[in-house]
């Protein structure tokens, strides 16, 4: 089992600038969330996917976007980068099940961003 | 709304000795509770969680927390620090099925 997979690692993007982040979730999940850790910061909490829909979000500005795919994989967009994007940006997968509310969240390693 | 205290951005031990690190959560419902450990550059791993079963929950590498309602707390320990034990390590709360709130951290420094 691959467990939670993201790409890319690292990336580098120039102020204004668009990006895209992707993440596998761990098999058999189904919902994916996405968090941005700066440095020295605890992960704050973005969004969350689950059957291809957001189902909750965070205090992040609409710059901010994602997206979920049949296969449950998903991707965070942000458009316009400000300096202050730069940060670690962590996927978890979790598997939601009626009866199970207790599951356990995996992580990705997570992609560096830098914003210059 | 939910949140997490971690009091100690620090903590220095000496290898063998007790560890400790703190916890304190707030939360409107009654919360599933996690502490996860980050190795540098690394995304987090899961040590240990609470969820309304046992108040003592024993996690891996020898960790264990416990749950005490009355104080709002939910500190992490480990009898004898081990020099790989030394991470950065966050506490979170999640109330009922929102999202999820981490403290800030709590970097342990084991000292040989």
């Known amino acids: 089992d691959a467990g939670v997979t993201q790409s890319p690692t690292h990336l580098i993007k120039t102020r204004g600038q668009q990006v895209t982040l992707r993440c596998s979730p761990k098999s058999g999940h189904d919902t994916v969330s996405w968090y941005q850790q700066a440095l020295g910061q605890g992960p704050q909490f973005i969004f969350q996917y689950y059957e291809e829909e957001e189902r909750q979000r965070g205090n992040f500005p609409d710059r901010f976007s994602g997206h979920q795919f049949p296969n449950y994989s998903s991707e965070l967009n942000v458009n316009a980068l400000l300096l202050g994007d730069s940060a670690l940006y962590l996927c978890?997968?979790?598997?939601?099940?009626?009866?199970?509310?207790?599951?356990?969240?995996?992580f990705g390693q997570g992609t560096r961003l830098t914003v210059v | 709304a939910q949140s997490v205290t971690q009091l100690g951005s620090h903590v220095s031990v000496s290898e063998g000795a007790l560890v400790l690190l703190r916890c304190n959560y707030s939360s409107s419902v009654p919360p599933y509770l996690f502490w996860y450990v980050q190795y540098p550059n690394q995304g987090l791993q899961l040590l240990l969680k609470?969820?309304?079963?046992?108040?003592l929950v024993k996690g891996i590498n020898g960790f264990e927390a416990e749950f005490k309602k009355s104080e709002t707390s939910f500190h992490l320990t480990k009898p004898s620090a081990h020099m790989s034990d030394a991470a950065e390590y966050f506490c979170a709360v999640r109330p009922g099925y929102q999202k999820v709130t981490f403290g800030t951290g709590t970097k342990l420094q084991v000292i040989p």
């Open positions: 978890a997968s979790s598997l939601v099940q009626a009866q199970e509310r207790d599951t356990e969240a995996f």
């Open positions: 609470y969820t309304s079963a046992a108040t």
